[in-house]
């Protein structure tokens, strides 16, 4: 992999981690689209890199409210983890059909159509308060950790997912980011956790240089990310990445379409 490649996806990673447009999708997009042919343990030690360095990003950011809630709010830490529960079911369910979605591009387009369809929900259903403090409730975080389960399919955001549900189920805009991004925590540091076991880390075909680039990219732009993402929810316009996620979807969609008919035609 060459530096340019890794800064490339490491900034995808870094971005669109927590802007509510899916990384995943946006990632296998844009490895069908630069071409990116390397062998499958190479690709893997990379994604689980950088997903690291988003993870690690979350908890130096949250550091003040993970305390919190060590300290002070051990119930939203419980709902914290019973919201983390479906997508690790999910996960260790479908992990192949899952991986093999990531490579069809009209799987990738449909999630990016449900992703608008949580943003739109979101939006419609939002009750605008400013008490960030409010707790998530025991059914917000069912609703939302089955929403984080839905975005295991490519395209489908999981930021875009556990926000609108969130937003969906009356959580205020802030307190429903906030509780997105932790529960992004367990959710990515498991991925990259059974993706270890799957893997062997000496067949990887990785230079030191990509991998600086790459980690460090993703780790620099979730400071930049979260406080934006904040502030596009509290701000109400998630309808503007609600139209960006339906347009991308159509567009991989049609592509799809017309690449199959070409074939078969």
């Not at 949580?118 to 960030?132: I, N, Q």
């Amino acid at each position: 992999m060459d530096v340019i490649t890794a800064f490339i996806l490491g900034a995808i990673q870094g971005i669109t981690e927590f802007i509510p447009v899916s990384s995943s999708g946006h990632l296998s997009l844009a490895e069908l689209l630069l071409h990116v042919r390397l062998d499958e343990d190479t690709m893997l030690t990379f994604d689980i890199l950088i997903h690291l360095a988003t993870a690690f990003g979350i908890i130096i950011y949250y550091m003040t409210d993970i305390y919190d809630m060590l300290v002070r709010e051990r119930r939203q830490l419980v709902y914290l983890l019973i919201a983390s529960v479906p997508v690790f079911v999910m996960g260790a369910l479908f992990a192949k059909n899952i991986e093999y979605a990531k490579t069809q591009v009209l799987v990738i387009g449909i999630g990016f159509v449900g992703t608008a369809i949580f943003l739109t929900g979101g939006e419609v259903f939002a009750v605008k308060r400013s008490d960030r403090k409010e707790p998530v409730k025991f059914v917000d975080a069912v609703l939302i950790g089955l929403a984080q389960a839905v975005a295991l399919l490519p395209g489908v955001s999981r930021s875009g997912s556990t926000i609108g549900s969130a937003l969906i189920c009356g959580v205020n805009r802030r307190r429903a980011v906030d509780f997105s991004f932790m529960l992004g925590i367990p959710a990515i540091l498991g991925a990259a956790a059974w993706k270890m076991v799957h893997f062997n880390p000496g067949g990887a075909n990785l230079g030191l240089t990509p991998i600086l680039v790459g980690t460090f990219t993703a780790f620099g732009l979730t400071f930049v990310a979260i406080p934006l993402t904040i502030r596009i929810v509290r701000s109400g316009k998630l309808y503007w990445f609600a139209a960006y996620c339906f347009l991308v979807g159509l567009g991989a969609i049609f592509y799809e379409i017309f690449k199959i008919s070409r074939i078969t035609g």
